[in-house]
């Protein structure tokens, strides 16, 4: 298998790939032209953007500056927007549910490093999905790390580290998020 293979189908791979790096570089490219392209111009997502990602529905809308790792790993439901600033390390697949919103800084990680030093240092890593739920808010810097599931019409307070499932309808804050009482 290739590392692409591998990485597609959940195993661990090697990060330092050539074909990886020419999948990162042409997310680059598609994230620059979205990040430098006139507002007006540009409109909800630029076109190198949107031809990246997996699925998007209609109506959904990036600010800039934007970042992601790969763009293809991303689906998005209708009416997903994503404020200024947020950052999708999208090393397997990150689902997000319609009328989804999330705040400026938002980051959302899906790449678990090695956690021996020798593997780390040869780029082993594996990609865990996050998925997110319909009319979910994402408050402002918050992070979301691999592997987690957000339910539908969940809050995830500002600042918050999400490190475990939230389940549908329930609000978490801190760092680790826990459930408001």
């Known amino acids: ?57 209609p109506d959904c809308y990036l600010e800039a500056p934007f970042h992601c790792a790969y763009g293809l790993n991303i689906h998005l439901g209708a009416r997903v927007y994503f404020n200024t600033g947020c950052v999708v390390l999208d090393t397997a697949p990150v689902r997000i549910g319609d009328d ?28 865990l999905p996050v998925t997110i739920g319909r009319n979910v808010w994402v408050g402002g810097a918050a992070i979301l790390m691999p592997g987690i599931t957000i339910g539908d019409n969940a809050i995830i307070g500002a600042g918050s580290v999400v490190t475990k ?17």
Not at 113 to 124: F, N, S, T
Not at 165 to 181: K, L, S, Y
């Open 100 to 127: 989804t919103m999330f705040g400026p800084h938002v980051q959302i990680y899906c790449a678990q490093h090695a956690k021996d030093p020798a593997e780390r240092a040869q780029g082993l890593e594996v990609g």
């Open 1 to 57: 298998m290739t590392e692409w293979e591998k990485m597609k189908s959940g195993q661990w791979y090697c990060c330092l790939d050539p074909e990886l790096e020419a999948l990162r570089a042409r997310a680059r490219r598609a994230v620059y032209s979205h990040n430098t392209c006139p507002p007006d111009a540009r409109g909800a997502m630029a076109s190198d953007l949107r031809d990246l990602f997996a699925e998007i529905g």
């Open 165 to 181: 499932d939230v389940t549908a309808g329930e609000t978490v804050v801190g760092n680790p998020a826990r459930p408001v009482t």
